[in-house]
């Protein structure tokens, strides 16, 4: 039972350079999301996605996008990367959206 | 939107201490967590816990939902306890914050043996 798997573990991109980091559970979860960790600042939500089909913005949006590809998958992408978005970002599914909420081990990525 | 805050910010016991680690939040709530963040960056989850107390093990938690705070005892303390704890919420009224999971800023524990 793997619960949440992201990818990769670890990247370091140079300024201007695009990524995508891949999560998918299998729980049969219906919400998904996208949070960035910052020391200091606890865990703040990028995006998230309360059923197939659907995305909304959660608190600090500016540069990311998402995608949900289907119920397993959720990703996020890194258009044109900024040193500000040097973080560790936490995939996490839950089964109502209120409770129950799994993490993945997390993406640290440091933008260079 | 909601305002969640925790304290202290760091705590550091010796192995067999006992602590408490508070949790206040600004608005009504439908949902409170406590995690453990390990040493390794691994979110687990402690208790789910929008109102009374629940056990287990060494650790116990109580929400207050009227007066909106959370208290995460952590009993004989060990240094596999170490780590962050994060409280969050999920607020049942409408506005920004409805919908999602809003993290405190953690407090940072150490256990010195």
């Known amino acids: 039972n793997a619960g949440v798997t992201q990818t990769p573990k670890f990247q370091v991109l140079k300024t201007g350079q695009s990524m995508t980091l891949q999560c998918a559970q299998d729980?049969?979860?219906?919400?998904m999301y996208w949070y960035r960790q910052d020391p200091g600042m606890g865990l703040r939500l990028i995006y998230y996605s309360a059923s197939e089909g659907t995305t909304d913005k959660g608190e600090v949006p500016n540069g990311y996008n998402v995608s949900r590809l289907n119920k397993r998958e959720f990703s996020l992408r890194l258009e044109s990367a900024a040193p500000s978005q040097t973080s560790v970002y936490f995939c996490?599914?839950?089964?109502?959206?209120?409770?129950?909420?799994?993490f993945g081990s997390g993406t640290r990525l440091t933008v260079v | 939107g909601i305002q969640v805050e925790q304290s202290p910010p760091d705590l550091i016991l010796q192995e067999g201490a006992n602590s408490t680690l508070r949790c206040n939040f600004s608005?009504?709530?439908?949902?409170l967590q406590w995690f453990h963040q390990n040493p390794w960056g691994q979110l687990i989850n402690l208790f789910y816990?929008?109102?009374g107390t629940k056990q287990n093990g060494r650790l116990s938690a109580t929400t207050v939902a009227t007066e909106r705070y959370s208290l995460l005892y952590i009993s004989s303390s060990q240094t596999t306890d170490s780590g962050v704890y994060f409280c969050a919420v999920f607020a049942n009224a409408g506005g920004t914050s409805y919908g999602k999971l809003t993290f405190g800023q953690g407090t940072i524990l150490t256990v010195h043996p």
């Open positions: 996490a599914s839950s089964l109502t959206g209120d409770q129950g909420y799994t």
């Open positions: 608005d009504s709530v439908n949902n």
């Open positions: 816990i929008p109102s």
């Open positions: 729980m049969n979860h219906n919400s």
